[in-house]
């Protein structure tokens, strides 16, 4: 078992940054690949971003890159999401998760593990 918990939400405006934290426990934290989704109102749950366990690999939607970078502390057993030049389009709830089954790392159905979620409000 894995137990997630983001923290780091909140309201920005247009243009500003915001980073998400998620702290994992419950197994050796380098040996599990980690991911962020979000959900918006109404909308169904997308793929934001993923790394590989030992932090060298990483992937995002396109909606995000070049914007947002995640990152992973295996000392501390925890991975970051730092968001910035955000729109009002990035508005979400925002879940850790962990552990997918396998490549792609896109499909949320493949991760065995959720946080509770974080919000995200970008004004315009």
């Known amino acids: 078992q894995v137990q997630l918990v983001e923290s780091g939400g909140g309201l920005v405006q247009t243009g500003g940054s915001l980073r998400l934290s998620c702290a994992a426990s419950?197994?050796?934290?380098?040996?599990?690949?980690m991911g962020w989704f979000r959900q918006a109102p109404g909308k169904a749950r997308e793929f934001v971003a993923a790394?590989?366990?030992?932090?060298?690999?990483?992937y995002y939607a396109d909606s995000v890159k070049g914007r947002f970078t995640i990152s992973r502390d295996n000392a501390k057993n925890m991975v970051t999401l730092q968001m910035n030049s955000l729109k009002p389009e990035d508005t979400a709830v925002y879940y850790c998760?962990?552990?997918?089954?396998?490549?792609?790392?896109?499909?949320?159905?493949?991760?065995?593990?959720w946080g509770q979620g974080t919000q995200v409000t970008v004004s315009s």
């Open positions: 998760a962990a552990d997918p089954y396998g490549s792609p790392w896109s499909k949320l159905e493949d991760y065995k593990y």
């Open positions: 790394i590989s366990r030992g932090g060298l690999s990483t």
């Open positions: 419950g197994r050796t934290f380098s040996s599990i690949f």
